[in-house]
């Protein structure tokens, strides 16, 4: 196989198809080993944590691949409706699911990090939807009464409603409406379970913390700090090396690209101030980096980019290796 059709594969739907079958394939295999370390607690303020919605282990892992897999089509659909990153290419959708077979514990279970993860994206969609459209006052409304529902169930939600009332500001939709919109939207969750009963005041309870310090053994947390470290690195080297070049499209593709990079900035901050849990945090960083990644492989399309783009499957290969060798 010739060089080029090498790095025409890895950005095809098909290259995209076979990295999620990896994945896939070898977050089962860890789940036969018994190498999905399985998360504990209730972050939730009124109602429990996701880690607690199915304690079946074996449909847990089913109900966290099948998240994971809706997580990569909603990449592959946001970036086809937004064209966030000018192209088509679907390699970064296919890069995404190899950071997270990298850690089978985070694909392998239904857990608070991929329901997180899944709700922000939905929540995005209706978010970008409103560039330079103040008017469109009923999307603002929905994408903060999903993130609201969420952080019912985990208190992680509530920091990053603060990046998308920044994003409000960058879609130029953010208005006196579009505020009464988005604390309207804040608010109705809690009313109407509030209302019907689900929820009452006895319920809002703060947060059973188990720290990851704790409930890991030192091999263990030594991989997840390690994978953590890896992501981070990765998602704002190609970050960095991208700015110049995002800054050069116009408004709309700016403002998008300029919300991903609050959501990464707001992320990686979580990641150092609430480290007890950063496992929360981790598929939402594998989303910014994966992004990242894309773009910085869409500028750097070269006959040879497939190397670079293999030493990164490589690096998240030799990770799940040492996680299923602990």
Known sequence: MKEQEITRYLHSRYGMMLMMAAAV??????????????????????????????????????????VNVLLALLLSYMNRRFNVLRTMSHLFVGMFMIMQGGLPSIMGQFYDGTVMCA??????????????????????????????????TSYAYAIYIVAFLVGCLQMRSFTMRGLMAATIGIVTPYWILWGFGIISPSNFTLPEFVSLFNALEGRELAQIIVYTGVTLFLGFGFGTLN??????????????????LVVSLITAVLIFVDYNNLIIYLPILN????????????????LRSYIPILCIIGTYTALYIWSISI
């Open 25 to 66: 394939i070898g977050t089962i295999i860890a789940y036969r080993n018994g190498d999905i370390v399985y998360i504990t607690g209730n972050n939730g303020f009124g109602l429990p944590s996701a880690n607690e919605w199915i304690t079946d282990r074996y449909a847990s892992l089913w109900a966290g691949i099948t």
């Open 119 to 152: 709700i922000l994206l939905f929540a995005i969609i209706p978010l970008f939807s409103t560039f330079q459209n103040p008017d469109l006052t009923r999307r603002i409304f929905l994408t903060f009464f999903l993130i609201s529902i969420g952080s019912l």
């Open 287 to 302: 989303c910014c980096s994966a992004l990242q990644i894309g773009h910085f492989f869409r500028f750097n399309n070269q």
């Open 243 to 260: 700015l110049m070049r995002i800054y050069r499209y116009n408004a709309r593709t700016r403002a998008y690209n300029g919300f991903w």
